[in-house]
């Protein structure tokens, strides 16, 4: 069946540190792609989505390019604030009612 | 825009006892909405998927007789846990969906202790 793979967390980082979460997934045929952050104490928000091969979501400074190939989504930014240590969860959709199925998240912390 | 409430954010129960989730969509109609359940440091599974009116689609090996699924409006879903048992405890997160296969709005999730 489909499933994502996400790399294990935690990751620590220092400020302005580049960042990059390897997200893998196994689908039949081309599933859309997501990027969710979760904030402390918070529900599960949309960073960036990409819904056909090549295409590159971006948004807050995160970038992430669909890769066929490689089925392959992988999250990128290049210079991390403390803002964003989140846990972060990569995930395709599946189906007429759009399910989403989830990698089992990684946890981001950034220091000062 | 787009925010999905859920209540309460944390319950303490019984074991045998029921207790029952609420998921509102508050500022927009959600004709789709999602039950989650997550582990500890596990990913978010999917439960059930509801339609506004109809009878929900559990996800093979939920028990619909156990988690009792409601979506009696367009801005509100709920879950109910009959008779908990320590094994349900979990974190439950809905989300809302304003259609079938649109971006899915993630309500904070419910904490369910039972004891």
């Known amino acids: 069946g489909d499933s994502v793979t996400q790399m294990e967390g935690p990751v620590t980082l220092s400020e302005e540190a580049f960042l990059t979460i390897n997200c893998t997934y196994t689908a039949t045929g081309y599933p859309s792609l997501f990027w969710y952050v979760q904030y402390p104490g918070e529900g599960l928000q949309l960073l960036l989505k990409a819904t056909k091969a090549d295409d590159k979501g971006s948004n807050k400074g995160f970038e992430a390019t669909y890769r066929k190939e490689t089925t392959s989504f992988h999250l990128e930014k290049g210079s991390v604030q403390v803002s964003d240590s989140a846990v972060y969860f990569c995930?395709?959709?599946?189906?007429?009612?759009?399910?989403?199925?989830f990698g089992k998240g990684t946890k981001l912390s950034v220091k000062p | 825009g787009a925010v999905v409430s859920q209540h309460p954010s944390w319950v303490i129960c019984k074991s045998g006892t029921s207790v029952k989730i609420e998921c509102r969509s508050l500022?927009?109609?959600?004709?789709?909405m999602f039950w989650y359940r997550q582990f500890p440091k596990q990913s978010l599974m999917l439960m059930a998927t509801?339609?506004?009116?109809?009878?929900?689609?559990?996800e093979q090996g939920v028990e619909k007789d156990k988690f009792l699924i409601n979506h009696a409006s367009l801005t509100l879903s709920t879950l109910t846990v009959t008779s908990a048992h320590p094994e349900d405890s979990s974190f439950y997160i809905c989300?809302?969906?304003?259609?079938?296969?649109?971006?899915?709005?993630f309500g904070p999730g419910t904490r369910l202790t039972v004891l």
């Open positions: 509801s339609n506004e009116g109809s009878k929900a689609t559990y």
């Open positions: 989300s809302a969906a304003p259609g079938q296969g649109d971006t899915q709005y």
């Open positions: 500022d927009f109609q959600a004709t789709t």
């Open positions: 995930a395709l959709i599946r189906g007429s009612q759009g399910n989403l199925i």
